[in-house]
């Protein structure tokens, strides 16, 4: 009987999943439009009893992003009174809507890959993992793989999508 080989085992692809360098946890938003008099204007008196009331431990260690999915002028001070609630609680507080909050995370798990370490590899991007990952991401991680890889891929090792192949000299 003929072995069985493992061609992607043997092809010296990496296979490299986003979900690892991606910071984990929570993710919690804070919408100022409950907050709002009438529904459409912040007065400071009630907004202040309203942050005074609101229950800050539930953004303990979670990401958060602070936004007002009204379309109301909100002053500059109420978001410093929200980050100065959230100092201390929160791992990350982000000002826009839960989108931006992983666009943020997404370049803070920039901040820790070493391209460097894939330099002349053959790289699949793992395409679907456990996490929200934005597309920004994915954009981010191309450009910073690109200048060192051998060629880099998108998808799972029995189905990829070419993205970037070294020219050979």
Request: proline share 6%; charged share 25%; aromatic share 12%.
């Amino acid at each position: 009987m003929e072995e069985i080989k493992n061609k992607v085992a043997q092809s010296g692809l990496i296979t490299l999943s986003l979900d690892e360098y991606y910071p984990q946890g929570e993710r919690k938003e804070l919408d100022l439009k409950p907050w709002l008099y009438e529904g459409f204007m912040l007065k400071e008196k009630d907004f202040r009893q309203s942050v005074k009331e609101h229950d800050w431990e539930q953004y303990q260690n979670a990401y958060v992003a602070v936004f007002c999915s009204e379309d109301a002028i909100i002053p500059q001070w109420a978001y410093m009174l929200i980050g100065a609630q959230l100092a201390g609680k929160a791992l990350q507080v982000v000002y826009g809507s839960p989108q931006s909050l992983e666009v943020v995370l997404a370049q803070k798990a920039l901040e820790s890959f070493n391209a460097e370490a894939y330099r002349d590899k053959r790289v699949i991007l793992k395409g679907c993992g456990d996490l929200p990952i934005p597309p920004q991401a994915y954009l981010q991680f191309a450009a910073l793989l690109q200048p060192v890889v051998k060629s880099l891929m998108f998808g799972e090792a029995c189905s990829t999508v070419p993205i970037y192949k070294k020219p050979r000299k």
